[in-house]
T-cell receptor, first 116, second 115 residues
Framework: AQSVAQPEDQVKVAEGNPLTVKCTYS??????LFWYVQYPNRGLQFLLK????DNLVKGSYGFEAEFNKSQTSFHLKKPSALVSDSALYFC??????????????WGLGTSLAVNP | DGGITQSPKYLFRKEGQNVTLSCEQN?????MYWYRQDPGQGLRLIYY???????QKGDIAEGYSVSREKKESFPLTVTSAQKNPTAFYLC??????????????FGDGTRLSIL
């Protein structure tokens, strides 16, 4: 079955340290991959996407993600974390089902806590 | 500024009552979506619409209904048939419809609770 997984429910880092939020996927064909961030009681905000091209994608707020086809991963990274980065992060992947129907599958989210 | 407006921010439903959540966008997007978010379950698609006067069921459409009479508006009705409606409801829009090659833009949600 096609799926997306965020293996860590929670990630904790110290301010100023690099952060990584993990995402792995299992899809048929070429994946379209997205990262979103959600602050408390707010909607989701788009951070970045990978459709094709350079495996390193740069997005909003200093975030970047690396598409790794062999490891079927799309981990979100930031070189230096800020306390204001504390939020819930979602990975999503577009899949194509039988009958050429497209669908977006969402990960369960990873809560990022950046400590001062 | 363009965006998506959801109202109300908080809503309470009595037993046997239907309630309607509003979603309006001024992004000129053809596609609109309704999601339900429960703690630890991520986002689940309720309904989506690619164009005015057309909409499709998502993964958890039972107990919900929608309409799409105008491009800007995609209201969601939570009917009395939905036995567990307490959740955070998110509306989104996109320029790419079911191609899903463009990001979705989200409103700030409506939190629905049972009285």
């Amino acid at each position: 079955a096609q799926s997306v997984a965020q293996p860590e429910d929670q990630v904790k880092v110290a301010e100023g340290n690099p952060l990584t939020v993990k995402c792995t996927y299992s899809v048929s064909g070429n994946p379209y991959l997205f990262w979103y961030v959600q602050y408390p009681n707010r909607g989701l905000q788009f951070l970045l996407k990978y459709i094709t091209g350079d495996n390193l994608v740069k997005g909003s707020y200093g975030f970047e993600a690396e598409f790794n086809k062999s490891q079927t991963s799309f981990h979100l990274k930031k070189p230096s974390a800020l306390v204001s980065d504390s939020a819930l992060y979602f990975c999503a992947v577009r899949v194509v089902n039988a009958g050429n129907n497209r669908k977006l599958i969402w990960g369960l989210g990873t809560s990022l806590a950046v400590n001062p | 500024d363009g965006g998506i407006t959801q109202s109300p921010k908080y809503l309470f439903r009595k037993e046997g009552q239907n309630v309607t959540l509003s979603c309006e966008q001024n992004l000129n997007h053809d596609a609109m979506y309704w999601y339900r978010q429960d703690p630890g379950q991520g986002l689940r698609l309720i309904y989506y619409s690619q164009i005015v006067n057309d909409f499709q069921k998502g993964d958890i459409a039972e107990g919900y209904s929608v309409s799409r009479e105008k491009k800007e508006s995609f209201p969601l009705t939570v009917t009395s048939a939905q036995k567990n409606p307490t959740a955070f409801y998110l509306c989104a829009s996109s320029s790419s419809g079911t191609g899903y090659n463009q990001p979705q833009h989200f409103g700030d949600g409506t939190r629905l609770s049972i009285l």
